[in-house]
């Protein structure tokens, strides 16, 4: 395992709980293959939240002339794969990661979704164990050197659905996950996006988020949206 000191002097901040930040950097393939410990989804889960309050926060408060469409497409520029695991590559999230063989082997570790995830992971370890202004300090430098110099060509299929389907009150949307493929280390993600009852997009993708977005592009199609 590598030295996880060298982790918290690059993200700047000392764990009092260090089995948060273990548990932050524990890939599902070496919970599943030891059965020690848990894995980072329930952090990544948490994590994803704080990161949405942070980036909302800080949009809201950057861009006061923005309506709430503009800046939903602006946090989701900067908070998507691509850019998290960015972010996560800025400070060699990758080497800490625990992996189990099979994942090692295929250097699963330097995936997107899956440096995305332990980013996620990492920000609500520090969130538990610190605060939201510890968690507040980690983030904001990340999104703010995004901010002045975005890098992704990402585009946000999900939040134009968003934006379109919320100009319909009556209208309701859900994303619901039907099938998981593949081992641990290559997993495959099948979802269906429902308006009301009715399936108007499906999608698949290397993580939950990617197939998302791949089940609202084809509804925006099925839409006539140009995309």
Do not use: W
Not at 48 to 64: C, G, M, Q, T
Not at 133 to 142: D, I, M, Q
Not at 160 to 170: E, R, S, V
């Amino acid at each position: 395992m590598a030295d996880l000191s060298l982790l918290e002097k690059k993200i700047e901040y000392t764990f009092k709980n260090k089995k948060l930040l273990t548990e932050a950097l524990t890939h599902s393939s070496y919970a599943n293959e030891t059965k020690k410990g848990r894995s980072n989804e329930r952090l990544e889960f948490l994590g994803d939240a704080v990161l949405s309050i942070i980036s909302a926060e800080y949009l809201f408060e950057k861009y006061p002339s923005s309506d709430e469409g503009e800046l939903t497409k602006t946090r989701s520029s900067i908070v998507c794969t691509y850019t998290l695991s960015q972010f996560a590559k800025m400070i060699n999230l990758g080497d800490y990661l625990i992996m189990g063989k099979g994942a090692a082997q295929y250097e699963v570790q330097n995936q997107g979704a899956v440096l995305e995830d332990a980013f996620e992971a990492i920000i609500a370890a520090i969130y538990l164990d610190g605060g939201m202004e510890e968690a507040k300090r980690f983030v904001l430098p990340f999104l703010q050197l995004e901010i002045k110099s975005p890098k992704s060509n990402f585009k946000d299929y999900k939040s134009l659905f968003q934006i379109i389907i919320q100009q319909n009150p009556d209208e309701k949307f859900q994303y619901k996950l039907v099938a998981e493929h593949g081992p641990d280390h290559a997993k495959t993600y099948e979802v269906e996006l429902y308006v009301n009852s009715n399936v108007v997009g499906r999608g698949v993708g290397t993580s939950k988020k990617s197939a998302e977005q791949d089940a609202a592009r084809q509804a925006l199609e099925l839409m006539g949206v140009e995309i």
